[in-house]
């Protein structure tokens, strides 16, 4: 498998947002350097644990400061924006740092009913999803109604961010999927993996590829990822109760905090899903997800409240995928 990261900017408790974005700039010079594939932003809006909003701004920066690293968004969600904009912005992107920028789209159009106001945009926007990605393919590769620019030779390669049906429409439009969560392994996602390979409908000669994003945590031992991990289930746990995804937190503050019972199986339950271990152990997890998904490429989406721990984690996933 090829192998990738996805960095959404979390942010962490004492930390700046403008840190957080700094600190992904700075992971993606790291993974040009550990010999990763690709490298990801998100786009996320009013989200205080994360600071990414706007994937081009954030990708424009990643490739000033790398020069092989494939970059792309994870995904910029098509009905939040028009679909010229979106071509004009990847185009420039692909003049910019010619032959490697990727489009990964989804369909989310965000946590609450606030921030879609603010974006002045209501559940009916997503209903045109495959509709637009057509449109937005036909910007890319000047056979749209309107020539959007800057002009390039190159190619912009479109993915679909997949949950449920958007696996049916990335098959129909003969795109490569990326299909992410904790249940990869799931009947229902395997079935749709093969349904997706089935009924793929080639477009200019594209064949089905499949990308599996997922957390994957490595460290020495499996105590100490499993202390790694611990940030990311604890926000995501809090947010249950809360109503709000929190910035990280360190792994002390949360041994120190209260623990209510439904948070504690929370917590527990994401831990126990968790991809987070050793070499050994990750190898073996990694190796059985391969098998069964017949994934193309691992995109780790892996983020904790340490980012020297977060870079030797990174070191050791492409080690043991080497």
């Not at 930390?15 to 932003?41: C, I, N």
């Not at 420039?92 to 609450?112: I, K, M, Q, W, Y």
């Not at 249950?240 to 504690?264: C, H, K, M, Y």
């Amino acid at each position: 498998m090829r192998l990738s990261l996805l960095d959404r900017s979390r942010t962490r408790a004492g930390w700046s947002d403008a840190a957080a974005v700094t600190a992904t700039v700075e992971r993606a010079v790291e993974a040009e350097a550990q010999g990763y594939h690709r490298f990801w932003v998100a786009e996320h809006h009013a989200v205080p644990g994360i600071a990414s909003s706007a994937p081009p701004v954030l990708l424009a920066a990643v490739g000033a400061r790398t020069s092989r690293l494939r970059i792309g968004s994870g995904g910029v969600m098509l009905p939040l924006h028009q679909p010229l904009v979106v071509a004009e912005q990847f185009l420039l992107l692909e003049a910019l740092h010619p032959g490697r920028v990727d489009l990964g789209l989804g369909r989310s159009l965000g946590f609450t009913p606030p921030v879609r106001r603010a974006l002045r945009r209501e559940e009916a926007a997503a209903t045109g999803f495959e509709a637009d990605l057509q449109e937005l393919r036909g910007l890319l590769t000047g056979d749209g109604e309107v020539t959007a620019r800057p002009a390039t030779r190159g190619d912009v390669p479109m993915h679909v961010l997949a949950v449920r049906h958007g696996v049916a429409i990335a098959a129909r439009l003969g795109l490569p999927v990326v299909v992410g969560g904790t249940d990869l392994l799931s009947d229902e996602v395997l079935a749709s993996l093969r349904e997706y390979r089935r009924s793929f409908r080639p477009w200019r000669g594209s064949a089905p590829s499949v990308t599996v994003s997922l957390d994957v945590t490595v460290a020495e031992d499996d105590a100490t990822a499993r202390d790694l991990a611990l940030p990311e289930a604890w926000a995501m746990a809090q947010s249950r109760r809360t109503g709000e995804f929190a910035p990280l937190q360190p792994v002390r503050a949360i041994r120190d905090a209260s623990w209510p019972a439904q948070v504690r199986e929370r917590v527990e339950a994401l831990l126990e899903r968790a991809v987070a271990g050793s070499p050994a152990r990750v190898r073996r997890h990694l190796e059985q997800l391969a098998d069964r998904t017949g994934a193309d490429e691992l995109m780790a989406s892996t983020s904790t409240f340490d980012v020297d721990a977060l870079r030797e984690s990174d070191r050791l996933l492409r080690d043991l995928v080497a």
